[in-house]
């Protein structure tokens, strides 16, 4: 199955206006981005899709580009407008603001989309300030690796527990953390973007909810990698300093 790695870039962000081409231990974000994509083993090529001339022009130097539409709402919209013009069996969505992703977790998502029409990661939730978080997404999935439901706030309900404290009940059950990394079989992921908003998707503002509500099964890989990515200026140097001893290990 040929799959395509796909990182949807943006010049404008409301927190970090010009993110991509930040310089993170001397090269641009999107670069340290695409040179973790690289060492997956699943990918046979990585595409940045921009709708900026400015990202174009840097990441040019060290990827293939599609240039998209300015008016896309979501990453995946992006995606499916390359898939549209680069063909693969699928593709998979890799947010551009994460330079210490794990090629592993991309080959595990990649995996994951053998026999199922879309695929994605999770990981156990470990600490008490992404329990509480609405910033980190939630996931249940089933028995047979199937997600559930994905939230913003802590789900499931723990009842027999709702009246002890955020940490107690973060002991109590294996919540799970969703992390932002798709794959799509490119029949699915053409489809998909034909659906309208729907109404989980914009009550919790998470774009996976549009295909589970349109019978769009996604299997969920659990691995043992967490997120770290760059969301604010002042995650920046966080990340360097990770980066070094990522580096030096």
């Known amino acids: 199955m040929k799959l395509i790695g796909v990182i949807p870039a943006r010049y404008a962000s409301t927190r970090f206006p010009g993110k991509p081409l930040h310089p993170i231990a001397g090269r641009p974000l999107i670069q340290r981005v695409v040179e973790r994509c690289r060492l997956a083993k699943s990918l046979a090529e990585v595409i940045v899709a921009t709708d900026d ?26 995606i499916a407008e390359v898939a549209g013009r680069v063909v693969a069996d699928g593709y998979i969505n890799i947010q551009g603001d994460e330079p210490l992703m794990d090629p592993a977790v991309i080959d595990a ?9 879309m695929s994605t990661a999770v990981t156990p939730i470990k600490e008490l300030a992404e329990f509480e978080s609405p910033n980190v997404v939630k996931a249940v999935v089933a028995a047979n690796g199937r997600a559930l439901y994905f939230s913003r706030h802590p789900v499931p309900y723990l009842r027999d527990v709702t009246d002890r404290e955020p940490a107690d009940r973060l002991k109590s059950f294996p919540f799970l953390k969703h992390l932002g990394i798709y794959g799509y079989r490119r029949p ?37 990698h967490d997120s770290v990515g760059v969301d604010v200026p002042g995650d920046v140097a966080r990340v360097e300093r990770l980066l070094g001893e990522f580096s030096l290990g």
């Open 53 to 78: 001339d400015r990202i174009a022009k840097v990441a040019s130097q060290f990827a293939r580009v599609e240039m998209t539409r300015g008016d896309h709402p979501s990453g995946t919209d992006r």
């Open 188 to 224: 699915t992921l053409l489809r998909l973007v034909t659906f309208p908003v729907s109404p989980l998707e914009a009550a919790e503002k998470l774009e996976q909810l549009r295909a589970l509500e349109n019978g769009i099964s996604i299997a969920a890989a659990r691995v043992n």
């Open 109 to 117: 998502v990649a995996a994951a989309l053998d026999g199922n029409e």
